[in-house]
């Protein structure tokens, strides 16, 4: 049977052996997985096998930086545990993975797992003599690297790295300003650097996703557009309690609208969403309805952009990054931004100590 890189790539993701001892592996088991799984137990090139299947969403992330100032690297590797992501030959470990980013050309994990590392074997081979040495999973799980006329780094507790690049020379005042912006991008997690990152299918995609979420939440909406719907919904919708409620509340002038689902069953207020819904088309062609789903839009937009962002130590609590970065120089503009945050989009295990206890308990009576 002919081996692919596919089934070599499958078995070395399995048991962590180097690419070459799972080809061989596959060679002499004729493309039979689980044979070569055993094979390479048996000759002790699969010690971190029995591991692989552990969740590592643990680690560290660390980043290494040019001696000009004109390139970084970052790279996270995960472990199980944060008692291991604290270990010294861990820490060791990641920082030297770093400093490889920096200094090779790698342009996908394949290849940068296939770097030699010093005399010891290729990155894989010392990944899964590690595994063996440590006694926990852990995995590589991604390195990116940046240039720019100055690039900056900032590791906050070792969980989330950011690696900012600005488009002029650095001197003190634009590497304090660059350093400043990579705290703010390790703190509020900015998913795009400009608004002109995001395509015009996505913005679309947002409108629509607020425009509904409006339309459901019908108690936010104008007031005209409110007491419309409300009128509906007292005639033959709701329930002659609700329309009671309501009745009285209206002719409370002192009463303040904003607390009215208090007041309401949740059948009612269900009801007036679906109206409003039902009611989609010319709610949408209303101007101050427009203007509202536009108006959360360009907030969500200020949330996710981070030139758009609050500067979080803007004086007036109202400078945004990129007015903070026109005043440090007027052609710093940002060329590269990079944000790692440890386990973040790994389903971690849910471990359920009582129903643990409980099996060993039933396993210890038989």
């Known amino acids: 049977m002919a081996v692919t890189a596919k089934m070599v790539k499958e078995l070395r993701d399995m048991t962590g052996a180097g690419m070459m001892d799972c080809k061989k592996a596959l060679v002499e088991t004729d493309g039979n997985i689980d044979a070569a799984v055993d094979l390479l137990k048996e000759k002790g090139l699969a010690k971190a096998a029995k591991k692989a299947g552990r969740v590592a969403a643990m680690g560290l992330v660390r980043t290494a930086i040019a001696a000009d100032g004109k390139a970084a690297a970052i790279v ?16 060791t470990f990641v920082e030297t993975l770093a ?4 200094e090779n050309d790698a342009k996908n994990m394949d290849e940068f797992m296939a770097l030699p590392y010093g005399d010891e074997g290729s990155v894989q081979d010392v ?12 995995s590589i799980r991604r390195f990116e690297k940046v240039t720019g006329e100055a690039v900056v780094s900032y590791i906050h507790g070792g969980r989330i790295g950011a690696l900012v690049a600005g488009s002029v020379a650095a001197d003190d005042d634009v590497k304090a300003a660059l350093t400043n912006v990579a705290m703010q991008v390790a703190a509020m997690n900015p998913q795009y650097v400009s ?11 947002m409108h629509d996703i607020t425009l509904e979420s409006a339309l459901n939440d019908p108690f936010t909406l104008p007031k005209p557009i409110l007491n419309a719907l409300l009128d509906k919904a007292v005639d033959g919708v709701w329930g002659a309690e609700d329309v009671a409620i309501l009745e009285e509340k209206r002719a409370d002038k002192k009463f303040n609208f904003n607390y009215l689902p208090n007041f309401l069953s949740d059948d009612a207020k269900a009801k007036l969403a679906q109206l409003a819904v039902a009611d989609k088309e010319s709610i949408s062609d209303n101007k101050i309805f427009k203007g509202l789903v536009d108006g959360r839009v360009s907030k969500q937009l200020k949330d996710i952009c981070l030139l758009d962002q609050t500067y ?7 400078q945004t990054v990129a007015q903070y970065l026109g005043t440090v120089n007027k052609d710093l503009s940002l060329v590269n931004v990079v944000r790692f945050e440890v386990g973040e989009g790994i389903e971690k295990k849910e471990e359920d100590f009582a129903a643990e206890v409980a099996a060993q308990a039933a ?3 038989k």
């Open 312 to 318: 979080v130590r803007a004086e007036d609590g109202k």
């Open 99 to 102: 400093q490889m980013a920096l």
């Open 127 to 138: 990944l899964t003599s590690k595994i063996a040495t440590i006694g926990e999973n852990m």
């Open 76 to 91: 996270e590797v995960n472990s199980e545990t944060d008692f291991v992501a604290k270990n010294d030959e861990f820490v």
């Open 363 to 365: 396993a210890a009576k």
């Open 195 to 205: 608004r002109n990152d995001i395509s015009e299918e996505e913005l679309v995609k």
